[in-house]
């Protein structure tokens, strides 16, 4: 196979953030550090490789980007404190920025100021067009859909469903293509085997490692590195995932709601009615989650915290922003009489909500998918020729 | 203790102070050379063999330690501490305590009648903790001077040391004597010490008991070692296979040493070959970043032992467990092959790198460079402002440097800068003395 060179690679990836890179020697510490770096699996020294070498399509075919869960072990024991952790965290950007269409991805991981800018311009956009689609704001009770009319939010959240489903598709299958080209695949090797066998690999990958965080909870933490198991690496993150997929749970069990007639959307609930209970209760540890994880940033907790992208910052800022908004809403509905600023809230809640789910494929949001995906192929171990069998196997030995 | 009146004060009685002194004394200068601990020698004496001929390190350092005692031009000053220097027209005024030995060194004959009394037992911090010694001894069989010296803080005062020594030498009353040289130049020879042995917590955190450093390595090598064959410490088994971690102490800006040792490839290709002389069934791997083979007849060295069957391996050994068995096991990204591999040994040597000496109290590193006034390199060595121009001359004029003092370096060149001091010094001494003159 040939492989093209291009040259500008290291510079692009210093622009994404990948400090130090120059300083790698090519000593394997890193990889043999990390306890999630196996046989088939070689990284980080092996992308680090492939980035001083140039190679482009190498690195942009690589899952193993999105097997790492930036524990920051490499990095803390790097002999040249190359920072290879925070060099993954850098290709990872990259990636997203390659695999989403128009690289619209570079405005967030390298341009703070601009990529901010959008962002925040977007929550104007939504709110400024809400707020000219507001109608009446009743003042003995907050009736947030009466202010703003339930048809056109939930026409806005299924346009932004759909464009979202759609762009996530395409982000998919860019990068299940460049994974397929650099390993001679092609894409009917990644649901190979029998269907037992992918449907194995798709359990694993979306229910034991995305939403039980087994590798991350179990070879990612360093007794030294845990002090308390709530602010555990694994943990804080799980609490903002789980939280995050709870209020989704709530929202679209309410909907189901609205649907077979049993309750319609914004009616008055007492706290204890299920979804609310659901969504309370998600949203308080997705807050802790999300809080927890702005401090680790904010204060360099380790090394895995010291090196953020505008990218990083930006998703936690969304991320923050609508779940404080969220429960600010909350208190104002249950608070006597209808404080005005609850309206104002609803509308900055939905902007900012809107924004974010927009901007998945561009964000370190995207890692959610391209992390799901990269474990199914972990977990199924597609290959283009047959594996030797167990006999040929011991003989060899 | 009489003061004295000198051209050149050597402190530190290693390879590379021993030669300076007798450099310099040879020419006709007067030299006092103070060593902190009670004998001369240095840690070369403590080796076995020096790399790249393979000679008997006894063989060369034991005739310049006996040159140096008996030298009419030196003032051998065992068991001596420099405290402070001071600034005079004319040179330096070096305040020195002689630390109690609690013998008296003139009626001492070496007999060691005390050392066959003494009922306590130490570990000898000669053989690396390895073997013993009672808590009053001659230092070790080839020390100079041949002087029993006792160590307060493990002898239990039982007497018996007193009632059996012939010459009535041992005094339990003494106290530290201070003295003063006058001089023209000081060179500081003051060496170096290992980087610690428990620095990486990924290496065990020096808790694993068949992971040793590189000196002892070199005491189960040397024909006066403690148990005079290569054994594990662990459980003295015999090992079989064995393994030397490059780079275990330097090069890693995780524990602050960011230079090379420049001595520990060397060091690790010679004690490969020693053991493959010693043990010539057992397999030796090395796990290396670089090799760097850089000296007069080095690279061929390091051929030599690769031809011997000795194993070079590239890859940073990046972790070190230990088994049911205290068999270390080490993990390594094998980056040639681009492999990760889990491999048990029988015994692992960390090659740990060379760092400033500390002071006599442990405390501090800086303590010679301190008490001469000396700045540091980025490295904490004392600093060399002309390297080229003039290499063995500190920030300032009159105080010389050599060896080990001012960065790592192997034992021919330590002996070079040696040489190189005691030139210098002896120049500055002549221009001083004519200035004397016409003044």
Request: glycine fraction near 8%; include cysteine.
């Amino acid at each position: 196979m040939t492989h093209r060179v291009d040259s500008s690679l290291l510079y692009e990836l210093k622009e994404f953030g990948a400090v130090g890179l120059e300083k790698c020697i090519n000593c394997g510490n890193c990889t043999a550090i990390c306890s999630l770096s196996k046989e088939d699996d070689r990284f980080p020294r092996h992308m680090i490789r492939m980035a001083q070498l140039g190679m482009k399509d190498e690195l942009l075919g690589s899952q193993e980007l999105w097997l790492c869960y930036n524990c920051g072990d490499c990095s803390e024991t790097c002999p040249q404190q190359a920072e290879p952790a925070n060099f993954m965290a850098a290709a990872r950007c990259y990636a997203v920025t390659h695999y989403a269409p128009l690289k619209i991805g570079n405005l967030f991981c390298k341009r703070p100021l601009l990529g901010g800018s959008i962002a925040a311009l977007m929550v104007l956009f939504f709110s400024i067009f809400m707020y000219g689609e507001s109608q009446t704001m009743a003042t003995e009770q907050l009736k947030l859909f009466g202010f703003i009319p339930y048809e056109l939010i939930h026409t806005a959240g299924l346009i932004g469903m759909v464009l979202i489903g759609l762009l996530s598709v395409v982000a998919i299958l860019t990068m299940m293509s460049r994974i397929a080209r650099v390993n001679h695949l092609s894409f009917k090797d990644f649901f190979n085997g029998t269907r037992m066998n992918w449907i194995r690999a798709f359990w694993d990958a979306v229910i034991v490692q995305s939403l039980g965080q087994k590798r991350y909870r179990e070879e990612c933490e360093t007794p030294e590195n845990t002090r308390v198991w709530y602010f555990s690496k694994w943990f804080v993150h799980a609490a903002t995932m789980w939280g995050f997929l709870g209020l989704l749970f709530a929202t679209a069990l309410n909907y189901l709601l609205d649907i077979i007639g049993v309750k319609a959307t914004g009616a008055f609930v007492p706290i204890w009615y299920p979804t609310r209970l659901i969504g309370t209760l998600s949203g308080l540890l997705f807050m802790y989650g999300v809080s927890a994880l702005l401090y680790k940033r904010w204060k360099s907790v380790d090394k895995a915290h010291s090196f953020s992208r505008p990218s990083d910052w930006i998703f936690l800022t969304l991320l923050w922003l609508s779940g404080v908004t969220g429960f600010i809403i909350e208190i104002a509905l249950y608070l006597p009489g209808a404080p005005l600023w609850g309206y104002w809230m609803f509308i900055f809640h939905v902007a900012v909500s809107i924004t974010l789910l927009l901007l998945l494929p561009f964000t370190k949001f995207a890692h959610a998918i391209y992390r799901i995906v990269a474990l199914y192929i972990h977990a199924l171990k597609p290959s283009a020729e047959a594996k030797p069998t167990q006999p040929e196997a011991a003989a060899a030995d | 203790m009489d003061n004295l009146h000198v051209d050149t004060l050597v402190v530190g009685g290693g390879i590379a102070g021993m030669q300076a002194a007798l450099d310099l004394a040879d020419q006709g200068f007067q030299v006092a050379l103070v060593e902190r601990e009670p004998s001369i020698g240095g840690k070369m004496i403590t080796l076995s063999k020096v790399f790249p001929t393979l000679d008997c390190c006894s063989c060369i350092t034991t005739p310049k330690m006996s040159a140096v005692a008996h030298h009419p031009n030196i003032h051998l000053l065992t068991y001596c501490e420099l405290q402070s220097i001071e600034e005079t027209g004319s040179g330096f005024h070096a305040a020195i305590v002689q630390k109690p030995r609690y013998v008296d060194a003139r009626k001492c004959t070496g007999c060691r009648e005390c050392e066959y009394a003494c009922p306590v037992t130490v570990p000898s911090p000669f053989d690396r903790g390895l073997g013993a010694y009672r808590a009053i001894r001659v230092p070790f069989s080839t020390a100079v001077p041949q002087k029993a010296v006792l160590d307060m803080e493990n002898c239990i005062l039982c007497g018996k040391c007193e009632k059996e020594c012939p010459a009535g030498a041992v005094d339990f009353t003494q106290q530290p004597e201070p003295f003063e040289i006058e001089t023209t130049t000081i060179i500081a020879a003051s060496g170096f010490e290992l980087t610690p042995l428990n620095a990486k917590k990924e290496y065990g955190g020096g808790k694993l008991r068949n992971v040793v450093d590189p000196l002892m390595m070199e005491r189960f090598l040397a024909p006066t070692g403690p148990y005079g064959r290569v054994l594990r410490p662990g459980d003295g088994k015999e090992p079989t296979s064995i393994a030397y971690v490059q780079c275990a102490g330097s090069r890693d800006q995780t524990l602050g040493v960011e230079y090379c040792s420049r001595v520990c490839c060397m060091y690790a290709v010679k004690q490969a070959m020693l053991i493959s002389g010693a043990l010539p069934m057992a397999d030796i791997t090395i796990y290396y970043m670089d090799i760097r083979t850089f000296g007069k007849g080095y690279e061929q060295f390091y051929q030599n032992a690769k031809a011997m069957g000795v194993e070079f391996v590239r890859g940073k050994v990046a972790a070190i467990r230990e088994d049911g068995e205290q068999n270390p096991v080490i993990k390594v990204e094998l980056t040639e092959e681009g492999r990760i591999v889990e491999r048990t040994f029988d015994l692992v040597i960390l090659s740990l790198g060379m760092t400033p000496a500390p002071g006599s109290n442990g405390t501090t590193s800086t303590s010679l460079s301190a008490s001469l006034g000396l700045p540091l390199g980025t490295d904490k060595f004392i600093a060399i402002p002309a390297p080229n121009a003039n290499p063995c001359a500190s920030a300032r004029p009159g105080i010389f440097v050599t060896g080990t003092a001012m960065g790592p370096m192997d034992i021919v060149d330590s002996i070079v800068t040696a040489s190189s001091a005691a030139s210098a010094a002896s120049a500055y001494i002549r221009e001083h003395q004519k200035e004397a003159v016409y003044a």
